[in-house]
């Protein structure tokens, strides 16, 4: 980063809220919709009811509204709500601001969904604990927690320590990343330049933490899910040494 810049430094998902669906979004949301239809399909899952925890801007919530479901989702960040809450109309998603570790639905439901990364961005074992712990409280008993996970394999791949210069929905963006792999967590630096038109960049900081499959599993089988699935997100077949993305399917 060119030091003689002045820059701002602000929440993650706050200036990239609006860039998000066109970077990552829409093609997260494709291939989430293409694996949700074919986890339905093998799990017969019920989808009537459904938790979007950490849903950023709504695409999945939207989604599974549009087909009739009824909608409880929520995220961290103000600026994510706001896109998600701008997009959805008529009001089929009830959007609200909550920490994915401490949801409170007004009533349990049959899936909760937490897609693309979500759960890679909590940094200590206990919020993985508490988001599990939260999950399963948010289920009806034989309803079903669907949520992926990068794998440190994806994570070490795409820090790379290289700058990435672009441009994309009129800004001219910096992309960062780099990988600690000691603690096992990649740091994704986004620089928006002359993010508010008076000279100075934006800069956010999002980072993602890899966890151990085997102890994701037994957090969860600890937090009460009777059983779990770990597929590779990439055509639900077997994890690999080479997977890139877990998609965990636990039953309640
Ligand atoms: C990569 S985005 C994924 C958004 C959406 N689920 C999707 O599939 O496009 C990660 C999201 O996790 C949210 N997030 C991070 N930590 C959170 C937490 N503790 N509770 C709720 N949301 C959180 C961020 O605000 C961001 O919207």
């Given at each position: 980063?060119?030091?003689?810049?002045?820059?701002?430094?602000?929440?993650?998902?706050?200036?990239?809220?609006?860039?998000?669906?066109?970077?990552?979004?829409?093609?997260?949301?494709?291939?989430?919709?293409?694996?949700?239809?074919?986890?339905?399909?093998?799990?017969?899952?019920?989808t009537s009811c459904v938790v979007d925890a950490a849903c950023g801007t709504g695409l999945a919530a939207m989604y599974l509204a549009g087909r009739?479901?009824?909608?409880?989702?929520?995220?961290?960040?103000?600026?994510?709500?706001?896109?998600?809450?701008?997009?959805?109309?008529?009001g089929r998603v009830r959007f609200q601001r909550q920490d994915m570790r401490?949801?409170?639905?007004?009533?349990?439901?049959?899936?909760?969904?937490?897609?693309?990364?979500?759960?890679?961005?909590?940094?200590?074992?206990?919020?993985?604990?508490?988001?599990?712990?939260?999950?399963?409280?948010?289920?009806?008993?034989?309803?079903?927690?669907?949520?992926?996970?990068?794998?440190?394999?994806?994570?070490?791949?795409?820090?790379?320590?290289?700058?990435?210069?672009?441009?994309?929905?009129?800004?001219?963006?910096?992309?960062?990343?780099?990988?600690?792999?000691?603690?096992?967590?990649?740091?994704?630096?986004?620089?928006?330049?002359?993010?508010?038109?008076?000279?100075?960049?934006?800069?956010?900081?999002?980072?993602?933490?890899?966890?151990?499959?085997?102890?994701?599993?037994?957090?969860?089988?600890?937090?009460?899910?009777?059983?779990?699935?770990?597929?590779?997100?990439?055509?639900?077949?077997?994890?690999?040494?080479?997977?890139?993305?877990?998609?965990?399917?636990?039953?309640?």
């Amino acid at each position: 980063m060119n030091g003689e810049r002045r820059t701002h430094s602000q929440a993650a998902y706050s200036a990239s809220a609006a860039v998000y669906n066109a970077l990552v979004g829409y093609y997260a949301f494709d291939h989430w919709r293409e694996n949700l239809e074919r986890l339905e399909r093998r799990y017969h899952l019920d989808t009537s009811c459904v938790v979007d925890a950490a849903c950023g801007t709504g695409l999945a919530a939207m989604y599974l509204a549009g087909r009739g479901a009824e909608v409880f989702a929520s995220d961290l960040s103000p600026h994510m709500l706001k896109e998600a809450a701008g997009a959805c109309k008529g009001g089929r998603v009830r959007f609200q601001r909550q920490d994915m570790r401490y949801l409170y639905p007004p009533r349990r439901v049959t899936m909760l969904n937490c897609a693309t990364d979500a759960m890679n961005h909590l940094m200590r074992e206990a919020d993985i604990r508490r988001a599990l712990s939260s999950f399963h409280a948010a289920l009806i008993p034989g309803g079903y927690a669907v949520f992926d996970m990068n794998t440190s394999w994806q994570l070490r791949e795409g820090g790379d320590n290289a700058p990435w210069d672009f441009q994309a929905c009129g800004r001219r963006m910096r992309w960062l990343s780099c990988w600690d792999e000691g603690r096992g967590i990649s740091t994704l630096t986004l620089v928006f330049r002359d993010g508010r038109g008076d000279g100075e960049d934006i800069v956010e900081t999002h980072r993602e933490r890899a966890y151990d499959t085997g102890w994701v599993v037994e957090e969860l089988a600890r937090s009460g899910f009777s059983h779990t699935d770990v597929l590779d997100a990439a055509g639900l077949g077997k994890v690999s040494d080479r997977t890139r993305r877990l998609l965990f399917v636990a039953r309640a």
